[in-house]
Protein backbone atom coordinates (compact mmCIF):
# COMPACT_ATOMS: atom_id res chain seq x y z
CA UNK A 1 0.00 0.00 0.00
CA UNK A 2 1.80 3.17 -1.31
CA UNK A 3 2.44 6.18 1.40
CA UNK A 4 -0.65 8.65 0.72
CA UNK A 5 -2.94 5.94 0.38
CA UNK A 6 -1.91 4.41 3.49
CA UNK A 7 -1.79 7.26 5.77
CA UNK A 8 -5.15 8.71 4.23
CA UNK A 9 -6.87 5.47 5.39
CA UNK A 10 -5.05 5.87 9.12
CA UNK A 11 -6.17 9.61 9.16
CA UNK A 12 -9.40 8.87 8.52
CA UNK A 13 -10.31 5.64 11.02
CA UNK A 14 -8.45 8.04 13.98
CA UNK A 15 -10.53 10.78 12.98
CA UNK A 16 -13.88 8.22 13.69
CA UNK A 17 -12.21 7.01 17.03
CA UNK A 18 -11.51 10.75 17.96
CA UNK A 19 -15.53 11.78 16.86
CA UNK A 20 -17.04 8.74 19.14
CA UNK A 21 -14.51 9.07 21.81
CA UNK A 22 -15.19 13.31 22.39
CA UNK A 23 -19.24 12.09 21.71
CA UNK A 24 -18.66 10.54 25.01
CA UNK A 25 -17.57 14.08 26.59
CA UNK A 26 -20.86 15.45 24.94
CA UNK A 27 -18.56 17.28 22.16
CA UNK A 28 -19.77 16.56 18.27
CA UNK A 29 -16.37 17.11 16.39
CA UNK A 30 -18.72 17.81 13.07
CA UNK A 31 -19.95 21.07 14.51
CA UNK A 32 -15.88 22.27 14.26
CA UNK A 33 -14.60 20.10 11.28
CA UNK A 34 -17.95 19.13 8.89
CA UNK A 35 -18.83 21.80 6.02
CA UNK A 36 -21.82 24.35 6.98
CA UNK A 37 -23.55 26.95 5.06
CA UNK A 38 -21.40 29.91 5.11
CA UNK A 39 -24.30 31.82 6.79
CA UNK A 40 -24.42 29.41 9.43
CA UNK A 41 -23.01 30.44 13.19
CA UNK A 42 -20.87 27.20 13.00
CA UNK A 43 -19.52 27.51 9.45
CA UNK A 44 -15.77 28.05 9.52
CA UNK A 45 -13.23 28.59 6.36
CA UNK A 46 -11.20 25.55 7.37
CA UNK A 47 -14.72 22.89 6.98
CA UNK A 48 -13.64 23.22 3.20
CA UNK A 49 -11.07 20.70 4.07
CA UNK A 50 -11.21 19.15 7.21
CA UNK A 51 -14.82 17.60 6.24
CA UNK A 52 -12.96 15.38 3.98
CA UNK A 53 -11.46 13.80 7.07
CA UNK A 54 -14.91 13.32 8.82
CA UNK A 55 -17.49 10.68 7.93
CA UNK A 56 -20.66 9.48 9.80
CA UNK A 57 -22.83 10.61 12.92
CA UNK A 58 -21.49 9.48 16.01
CA UNK A 59 -25.22 8.85 16.55
CA UNK A 60 -25.22 6.28 14.27
CA UNK A 61 -22.05 3.91 14.55
CA UNK A 62 -23.45 1.03 12.29
CA UNK A 63 -24.18 4.52 9.06
CA UNK A 64 -20.44 5.52 10.56
CA UNK A 65 -18.78 2.22 10.09
CA UNK A 66 -20.43 2.02 6.33
CA UNK A 67 -20.06 5.03 5.58
CA UNK A 68 -15.96 5.34 6.10
CA UNK A 69 -15.17 1.78 4.85
CA UNK A 70 -16.69 2.32 1.33
CA UNK A 71 -14.98 5.14 1.09
CA UNK A 72 -11.82 4.07 2.25
CA UNK A 73 -12.37 0.65 -0.12
CA UNK A 74 -12.74 3.39 -3.03
CA UNK A 75 -9.23 5.40 -1.87
CA UNK A 76 -7.89 1.91 -1.40
CA UNK A 77 -8.61 0.22 -5.05
CA UNK A 78 -8.25 2.85 -7.09
CA UNK A 79 -6.21 5.32 -4.98
CA UNK A 80 -3.10 2.76 -4.35
CA UNK A 81 -2.89 2.95 -8.57
CA UNK A 82 -3.45 6.30 -9.03
CA UNK A 83 -0.19 6.89 -6.29
CA UNK A 84 2.12 4.44 -8.22
CA UNK A 85 1.56 6.04 -11.18
CA UNK A 86 1.78 10.14 -10.34
CA UNK A 87 3.63 9.71 -6.85
CA UNK A 88 2.75 10.57 -3.33
CA UNK A 89 2.90 14.41 -3.92
CA UNK A 90 0.67 14.53 -7.02
CA UNK A 91 -1.46 12.54 -6.21
CA UNK A 92 -2.06 13.97 -2.34
CA UNK A 93 -2.56 16.86 -4.37
CA UNK A 94 -5.13 15.75 -6.69
CA UNK A 95 -7.00 14.01 -3.42
CA UNK A 96 -6.98 17.07 -1.35
CA UNK A 97 -8.07 19.32 -4.50
CA UNK A 98 -10.82 17.04 -5.31
CA UNK A 99 -12.23 17.01 -1.84
CA UNK A 100 -12.23 21.16 -1.46
CA UNK A 101 -13.56 21.01 -4.56
CA UNK A 102 -16.60 19.34 -4.11
CA UNK A 103 -16.85 21.18 -1.20
CA UNK A 104 -17.25 24.05 -2.80
CA UNK A 105 -19.90 22.63 -5.39
CA UNK A 106 -21.73 21.37 -2.36
CA UNK A 107 -22.18 24.99 -0.68
CA UNK A 108 -22.45 26.24 -4.35
CA UNK A 109 -25.86 24.57 -4.76
CA UNK A 110 -26.98 25.40 -1.24
CA UNK A 111 -26.32 28.86 -2.19
CA UNK A 112 -29.34 28.09 -4.88
CA UNK A 113 -31.53 26.40 -2.65
CA UNK A 114 -31.07 28.85 0.77
CA UNK A 115 -31.66 32.17 -0.99
CA UNK A 116 -34.65 31.06 -2.17
CA UNK A 117 -35.63 30.18 0.90
CA UNK A 118 -34.30 32.81 2.83
CA UNK A 119 -35.98 35.31 0.37
CA UNK A 120 -39.52 33.98 0.91
CA UNK A 121 -39.30 34.05 4.74
CA UNK A 122 -38.20 37.88 4.41
CA UNK A 123 -40.73 38.27 2.17
CA UNK A 124 -43.16 36.82 4.28
CA UNK A 125 -42.43 38.77 7.19
CA UNK A 126 -42.87 42.37 5.74
CA UNK A 127 -46.24 40.70 4.43
CA UNK A 128 -47.25 37.24 6.98
CA UNK A 129 -50.86 36.81 5.29
CA UNK A 130 -52.74 33.33 4.82
CA UNK A 131 -52.25 33.34 1.44
CA UNK A 132 -48.45 33.94 1.15
CA UNK A 133 -47.71 31.63 3.86
CA UNK A 134 -49.80 28.67 2.13
CA UNK A 135 -47.94 29.04 -0.66
CA UNK A 136 -44.76 29.67 1.08
CA UNK A 137 -45.54 26.01 2.97
CA UNK A 138 -46.83 24.58 -0.29
CA UNK A 139 -43.67 25.28 -2.80
CA UNK A 140 -40.68 24.59 -0.25
CA UNK A 141 -42.38 21.36 0.80
CA UNK A 142 -42.90 21.87 4.22
CA UNK A 143 -47.04 21.07 4.36
CA UNK A 144 -45.73 17.64 5.63
CA UNK A 145 -43.50 18.71 8.85
CA UNK A 146 -46.33 18.55 11.80
CA UNK A 147 -45.37 21.97 12.93
CA UNK A 148 -46.70 24.28 9.82
CA UNK A 149 -49.02 22.00 8.75
CA UNK A 150 -50.61 22.93 12.32
CA UNK A 151 -50.52 26.04 11.49
CA UNK A 152 -51.91 26.12 8.29
CA UNK A 153 -54.54 23.94 9.48
CA UNK A 154 -55.43 26.54 12.45
CA UNK A 155 -54.64 29.49 10.74
CA UNK A 156 -57.04 28.41 7.95
CA UNK A 157 -60.54 27.76 10.47
CA UNK A 158 -59.49 31.29 12.47
CA UNK A 159 -59.18 33.82 10.19
CA UNK A 160 -59.17 36.21 12.93
CA UNK A 161 -55.70 34.34 15.08
CA UNK A 162 -53.69 37.10 15.93
CA UNK A 163 -50.41 35.31 17.02
CA UNK A 164 -50.21 32.58 13.90
CA UNK A 165 -48.52 34.98 11.57
CA UNK A 166 -45.92 35.60 14.34
CA UNK A 167 -45.74 31.54 15.28
CA UNK A 168 -45.21 31.22 11.50
CA UNK A 169 -42.97 33.49 11.18
CA UNK A 170 -40.71 31.99 14.31
CA UNK A 171 -41.38 28.84 12.89
CA UNK A 172 -39.64 29.28 9.44
CA UNK A 173 -36.96 31.13 10.96
CA UNK A 174 -35.66 28.73 13.63
CA UNK A 175 -36.56 25.79 10.36
CA UNK A 176 -34.18 27.79 8.19
CA UNK A 177 -31.68 28.01 11.37
CA UNK A 178 -31.78 24.26 11.75
CA UNK A 179 -31.32 23.51 7.95
CA UNK A 180 -28.56 25.53 7.70
CA UNK A 181 -26.82 23.93 10.70
CA UNK A 182 -26.39 20.65 8.83
CA UNK A 183 -23.21 19.71 8.37
CA UNK A 184 -21.46 17.98 5.46
CA UNK A 185 -19.03 15.39 5.99
CA UNK A 186 -16.96 12.44 4.23
CA UNK A 187 -14.38 11.90 1.59
CA UNK A 188 -16.85 10.87 -0.72
CA UNK A 189 -15.87 13.80 -3.27
CA UNK A 190 -12.29 13.32 -3.05
CA UNK A 191 -13.02 9.74 -3.27
CA UNK A 192 -15.23 10.20 -6.84
CA UNK A 193 -12.55 12.52 -8.15
CA UNK A 194 -10.44 9.49 -7.40
CA UNK A 195 -12.87 7.14 -9.64
CA UNK A 196 -13.18 9.58 -12.40
CA UNK A 197 -9.23 9.51 -12.51
CA UNK A 198 -9.40 5.64 -12.76
CA UNK A 199 -11.92 5.94 -15.44
CA UNK A 200 -10.58 8.37 -17.35
CA UNK A 201 -7.11 7.18 -17.32
CA UNK A 202 -8.21 3.14 -17.76
CA UNK A 203 -11.58 3.40 -19.58
CA UNK A 204 -11.11 -0.20 -20.58
CA UNK A 205 -10.56 -2.08 -17.68
CA UNK A 206 -12.88 -4.19 -16.61
CA UNK A 207 -13.71 -4.20 -12.86
CA UNK A 208 -15.87 -6.86 -10.80
CA UNK A 209 -18.61 -5.20 -8.74
CA UNK A 210 -20.85 -6.42 -5.77
CA UNK A 211 -23.51 -7.62 -6.96
CA UNK A 212 -23.09 -7.40 -10.37
CA UNK A 213 -22.23 -10.97 -11.62
CA UNK A 214 -20.49 -9.34 -15.09
CA UNK A 215 -17.31 -7.29 -15.40
CA UNK A 216 -17.85 -3.88 -16.20
CA UNK A 217 -15.48 -1.52 -17.96
CA UNK A 218 -14.55 1.36 -16.14
CA UNK A 219 -15.70 4.28 -18.49
CA UNK A 220 -19.12 2.97 -18.50
CA UNK A 221 -19.43 2.67 -14.33
CA UNK A 222 -17.90 5.74 -13.77
CA UNK A 223 -20.65 7.31 -16.40
CA UNK A 224 -23.08 5.18 -14.82
CA UNK A 225 -22.27 6.91 -11.17
CA UNK A 226 -22.62 10.28 -12.56
CA UNK A 227 -25.48 9.80 -13.85
CA UNK A 228 -27.13 8.03 -11.24
CA UNK A 229 -25.23 11.15 -8.98
CA UNK A 230 -27.15 13.29 -11.29
CA UNK A 231 -30.76 12.07 -11.23
CA UNK A 232 -30.90 11.38 -7.15
CA UNK A 233 -29.35 15.40 -7.28
CA UNK A 234 -31.71 16.33 -8.86
CA UNK A 235 -34.68 14.21 -7.76
CA UNK A 236 -34.32 15.35 -3.95
CA UNK A 237 -35.81 12.73 -3.11
CA UNK A 238 -37.20 12.94 0.46
CA UNK A 239 -34.92 10.66 3.15
CA UNK A 240 -32.00 11.39 1.10
CA UNK A 241 -29.33 12.92 2.75
CA UNK A 242 -26.57 12.21 0.59
CA UNK A 243 -24.96 15.32 -1.02
CA UNK A 244 -24.97 13.81 -4.35
CA UNK A 245 -23.60 17.12 -5.95
CA UNK A 246 -20.11 17.22 -3.61
CA UNK A 247 -20.05 13.70 -5.29
CA UNK A 248 -20.26 15.53 -8.85
CA UNK A 249 -18.45 18.17 -7.66
CA UNK A 250 -15.14 16.30 -7.19
CA UNK A 251 -15.55 14.52 -10.47
CA UNK A 252 -15.76 17.85 -12.00
CA UNK A 253 -12.67 18.98 -10.05
CA UNK A 254 -10.73 16.02 -11.34
CA UNK A 255 -11.62 16.35 -14.76
CA UNK A 256 -10.40 20.15 -14.93
CA UNK A 257 -7.24 18.76 -13.22
CA UNK A 258 -7.01 15.65 -15.47
CA UNK A 259 -7.17 18.40 -18.28
CA UNK A 260 -4.52 21.01 -17.04
CA UNK A 261 -2.14 17.87 -16.34
CA UNK A 262 -2.47 16.35 -19.62
CA UNK A 263 -1.77 20.05 -21.05
CA UNK A 264 1.42 19.79 -19.94
CA UNK A 265 2.59 16.68 -19.59
CA UNK A 266 3.85 16.56 -16.83
CA UNK A 267 4.14 13.11 -15.37
CA UNK A 268 0.37 12.90 -16.39
CA UNK A 269 0.46 8.92 -17.27
Wanted: hydrophobic letters at 50%.
Amino acid sequence: MPTVVKNIIIINVLMVLLQMALAQRGINLADYLGLHYYSSEKFRWWQFLTHVFMHGDYKDISMTITHIFFNMYGVYMFGTVLEQIWGPKRFLIFYLICGIGAGFCYMGVLQLQYADLHHVIVNFEQHPTFVEYGQLVRHHNLANIPYFKEILTFWGQHADCGDCASMAAKGLNQYYTEITNIQMVGASGAVFGILFAFGYLFPNTELMIMFIPVPIKAKWLIGGYALVELFLGFGQFQGDDVAHFAHIGGMIFAFILLRIWKTNRANFY
